[in-house]
């Protein structure tokens, strides 16, 4: 148990459904993440909120949309995805010290994903 | 460009020790991670080394070079249950993580 939770560990939808991820951290942390982990490659970092506020969007299409209602709650809205978005989405959560926007230089808590598979 | 380089898959025996790899080459250096990952389960963090040496940690070391951008985690005395990945990630100048691949650790009896 890492204090981070997903659900729905499993998803398949087609490439018109919408659906959305939720992720929630009960550790107090300031920052939450998504990633992308697909077979042999390395975790592609998606999107950063620090103190609820997007920090980061590493070039993610449109058809993926973060929300970040509170500092305990991040969602991934999933609209019109292709096959090739079939992975596994980890949501993970730190604790920045500084300022909103600063770097994480603490360890990241992950959650045990959702994987999504897109027909 | 910033990459992380480790082994995709490595066989040990139990009870044997087991070096997992990773070399870098990122834009600065704020430290190093080491993850493990079970099948299906959420990567935890094992190690973070920042300086130069030898960190242990129970059956668990990591070691850093930063002037040879490299950096190994050691398990001894392994069991069936370190069966798992090993992901090494980087934080770079602009405390950016760059992660590699990860290893996939195999366990034999």
């Known amino acids: 148990e890492t204090g981070v939770t997903q659900t729905p560990r499993h998803l398949v939808m087609g490439m018109t459904n919408k659906k959305s991820l939720k992720c929630e951290q009960h550790?107090?942390?300031?920052?939450m993440y998504w990633y992308k982990q697909s077979a042999k490659k390395p975790l592609e970092l998606m999107f950063v909120?620090?103190?609820?506020?997007?920090?980061e969007n590493n070039s993610v299409p449109s058809r993926f949309s973060p929300e970040c209602p509170n500092s305990s709650h991040l969602f991934l809205h999933l609209h019109t995805l292709q096959p090739e978005d079939s992975a596994l989405y980890l949501c993970?959560?730190?604790?920045?010290?500084?300022?909103?926007?600063?770097?994480?230089?603490?360890?990241?808590?992950f959650g045990e994903g959702s994987r999504l598979t897109v027909l | 460009g910033q990459n992380i380089d480790q082994p995709t898959e490595m066989t040990a025996t139990e009870g044997a020790i087991v070096q997992i790899n990773c070399t870098y080459q990122?834009?600065?250096?704020?430290?190093l991670f080491w993850y493990q990952q079970h099948a299906g389960e959420a990567p935890t963090f094992l190690s973070y080394?920042?300086l130069d040496g030898l960190e242990e940690k129970g059956r668990f070391s990591s070691f850093l070079s930063r002037s040879k951008g490299y950096s190994y985690l050691l398990l001894k005395e392994l069991q069936m249950k370190d069966s798992a990945s090993y992901l090494c990630?980087?934080?770079?100048?602009?405390?950016?993580?760059?992660w590699g691949a990860g290893t996939k650790l195999i366990i034999k009896p």
């Open positions: 990122t834009s600065g250096f704020n430290g």
């Open positions: 990630a980087v934080l770079d100048s602009n405390y950016q993580l760059i």
């Open positions: 550790l107090g942390h300031n920052a």
């Open positions: 993970a959560s730190s604790q920045l010290d500084g300022l909103a926007g600063d770097s994480n230089t603490g360890e990241l808590f």
């Open positions: 080394n920042v």
């Open positions: 909120y620090s103190l609820e506020e997007r920090v």
